[in-house]
């Protein structure tokens, strides 16, 4: 039996069937930057895409979809900027509450390759990741005084006026 949760194995059952599908679905994997491939692996993954359906109470079906929402953003399927709309589609949710999972699925799942993810999708898609694709709510978790100053933005070093 197939997991649900499981960004890989999700669609086994088809994939399994067919060859051509099943390498082109690793050929995708294995182009992409590692730490990628270790959310789309990780039994974390599959444990915080179970929290989010049981927190927000989808059904199976629902769940099925949500995982294959995230797989289709890690592989670069779908455009990042684009989660909120394909949420509320693939679910069949209202917008606000595709957004809230949106948000979850953001800042719970996708935070820790979320810059690699950015960057894959505006060398495939040609545009950044709209702002809507990160959490709303959440502001920087970092108080000002301890986030890291920019002493030589250039990395340069003036060594014509050291003493």
């Not at 499981?6 to 399994?16: A, K, N, R, W, Y």
């Given at each position: 039996m197939r997991n649900i949760y499981?960004?890989?194995?999700?669609?086994?059952?088809?994939?399994?069937?067919?060859?051509?599908?099943?390498?082109?679905?690793?050929?995708k994997i294995n182009a992409?930057?590692?730490?990628?491939?270790?959310?789309l692996f990780s039994l974390d993954t599959e444990d915080?895409?179970?929290?989010?359906a049981v927190q927000t109470k989808l059904n199976q079906n629902q769940s099925?979809?949500?995982?294959?929402?995230?797989r289709d953003v890690l592989i670069n399927e779908i455009y990042l900027g684009d989660i909120i709309k394909?949420?509320?589609k693939r679910l069949v949710v209202s917008e606000e509450f595709a957004r809230e999972i949106a948000?979850?699925?953001?800042?719970v799942i996708l935070a820790p390759a979320l810059e690699d993810i950015k960057?894959?999708?505006?060398?495939?898609?040609?545009?950044?990741?709209?702002?809507?694709?990160?959490?709303?709510?959440?502001?920087?978790?970092?108080?000002?005084?301890d986030k890291p100053q920019i002493i030589n933005p250039g990395n340069i070093v003036n060594l014509r006026n050291k003493n």
């Open positions: 499981s960004p890989i194995e999700v669609d086994d059952d088809s994939l399994l069937l067919d060859d051509e599908k099943h390498e082109l679905f690793y050929s992409l930057p590692q730490n990628i491939q270790d959310l915080k895409l179970k929290n989010i099925i979809e949500l995982t294959r929402l995230v394909e949420s509320q948000n979850q699925i953001v800042s960057k894959i999708h505006v060398e495939k898609f040609g545009r950044p990741a709209a702002d809507v694709a990160t959490p709303s709510n959440s502001k920087s978790q970092i108080p000002e005084r």
